[in-house]
């Protein structure tokens, strides 16, 4: 991968690129998060309703390819479902999953 | 500071007449002058003169959309607000096609409360997350989806 890359899936997001966490249709919980950073801080705090909803709808990895532009994690958030994790169980795989890359990431960019 | 709008002084005859058009828009002056018991002339007069000062604002046609096999779904949006954006906010709503109606209200919190509507639950969900949720001052948004209506109408004038 190349830096740029790196960098771009790293980058800060404008307020329309940023994932908004909902609860159901309609219901915004007033979290969202603007950079793959702040992703990983949300999973760890946001309703897991919210988790839940997202993740059944296929948000996250969305968000992942077409706005982080980051096809592997994505990848690996849709690779979840064969587990049909709910509750603290898909905030703790989701966790692993988006951290990993994360500091992955992180560490090629600084490498 | 804001001024406070000047009220427009109508008398029983324009009350009247006004009444007669929310009831049914489409009446003739004629109609609407033998029912009243004055000249249609005089329906007309007046009538010409409330739209020049805008107290009638425009004449509408309500379709029911059902009836030509329009599918939508409305819905009821309370948005939760930073004070000193909540103006914004309810600018920004007002903009959209999406939108029919904003209000203003203030309990614990100010809430700008919308009626929305959308072909279907996703697209409801996406102007939500992507048109609304990311204006600034937004704190929250809670939305109830209508699954049936009993009752519309617009506050019908009273014969004076």
Do not use: C
């Amino acid at each position: 991968m190349t830096a740029s890359s790196v960098a771009r899936i790293l980058r800060k997001l404008s307020r329309e690129n940023a994932f908004y966490f909902f609860t159901s249709i309609g219901n915004y919980t007033g979290e969202n998060a603007s950079s793959l950073e702040e992703f990983v801080k949300k999973i760890g705090e946001v309703n897991a309703k919210s988790l839940e909803f997202h993740f059944y709808r296929g948000d996250f990895e969305k968000w992942a390819a077409e706005v982080l532009e980051d096809g592997e994690l994505a990848e690996e958030i849709e690779n979840l479902k064969n587990l049909k994790p709910v509750g603290d169980a898909l905030r703790g795989q989701l966790y692993l999953v988006v951290s990993k890359r994360f500091e992955n990431l992180k560490s090629e960019f600084r490498g | 500071m804001k001024l406070k709008k000047q009220a427009i002084s109508l008398d029983s005859l324009d009350w009247n007449i006004l009444q007669a058009l929310q009831e049914n828009a489409k009446q003739t002056y004629t109609e609407i002058g033998r029912r009243l018991g004055v000249a249609h002339s005089t329906v007309y007069d007046r009538i010409r003169k409330m739209e020049e000062k805008g107290v009638i604002q425009k004449y509408t046609t309500v379709v029911d959309l059902e009836k030509v096999g329009v599918k939508y779904i409305t819905a009821v949006m309370t948005v939760f607000t930073d004070p000193k954006e909540s103006e914004n906010v309810a600018k920004k709503l007002s903009e959209s096609k999406e939108v029919l109606e904003v209000s203003t209200s203030l309990s614990e919190e100010l809430l700008i409360i919308a009626k929305v509507v959308a072909k279907d639950q996703d697209k409801l969900h996406s102007f939500i997350a992507q048109k609304v949720a990311p204006l600034p001052g937004v704190l929250r948004i809670r939305t109830s989806i209508i699954t049936r209506k009993y009752k519309e109408e617009k506050f019908l004038i009273e014969r004076k």
